[in-house]
């Protein structure tokens, strides 16, 4: 094989481990790990926005924080402006982003994989794809495993899971001003 297919193939295989990915909206400080999200009593990061266009209601705007709680009637996020709560009487779409994970360490072992299938010989031609294809499907899964678009689910996330406690007082959380720092939110009082 001349080093020009080489290097195509190796770059076919590269970038076939790169794409795929979804798009987690949450910044980066606050994607817990899968174990830390179960320790931490933070709630994870939710992005409301509301469905279609010409929504003209006072919550048409995309709003996104740490999410409260989720109940019947509202989304209860934490922004840096306070609490705020988006009705859910109109359409919304909801991501929340429960905990970070590692897509792109599976890409780098696949794309490893990858590369030793230089070793081949003519198999190459087979092996190589299975490598990008396998890769890509379990990059892709990894990507979306902590990014939840359905609010049942998302409850769990929550703060308070069960909705705001009786008697909740808005203004003890104060607004976001942080992200997570070692699972600790840092609020201003």
């Not at 320790?39 to 740490?66: F, H, K, L, M, N």
């Not at 705020?84 to 994989?113: D, E």
């Not at 990894?142 to 996330?157: M, P, V, Y």
Request: glycine letters at 14%.
């Amino acid at each position: 094989m001349r080093a020009s297919n080489v290097w195509s193939v190796l770059s076919l295989v590269i970038a076939s481990q790169l794409s795929g990915c979804a798009h987690n909206p949450a910044p980066k400080g606050w994607r817990p790990s899968a174990v830390q999200a179960q320790q931490i009593t933070r709630g994870g990061w939710i992005v409301v926005e509301p469905r279609g266009s010409g929504v003209s209601s006072p919550d048409a705007s995309r709003v996104e924080g740490e999410l409260i709680a989720i109940d019947d009637g509202a989304y209860h996020v934490l922004t840096a402006g306070g609490l705020h709560s988006v009705s859910r009487s109109a359409p919304h779409r909801i991501t929340l982003v429960a905990f970070g994970t590692s897509p792109g360490a599976i890409a780098a072992w696949a794309s490893v994989g990858g590369l030793s299938t230089l070793s081949h010989g003519g198999f190459l031609l087979l092996t190589a794809p299975m490598w990008a294809v396998t890769g890509v499907v379990a990059a892709a899964k990894e990507s979306g495993a902590g990014i939840l678009h359905d609010a049942d689910r998302a409850r769990a996330f929550a703060r308070f899971p069960q909705g705001l406690p009786p008697g909740f007082d808005p203004a003890a959380l104060g607004p976001l001003v942080g992200s997570p720092a070692g699972g600790a939110l840092v609020q201003r009082r």
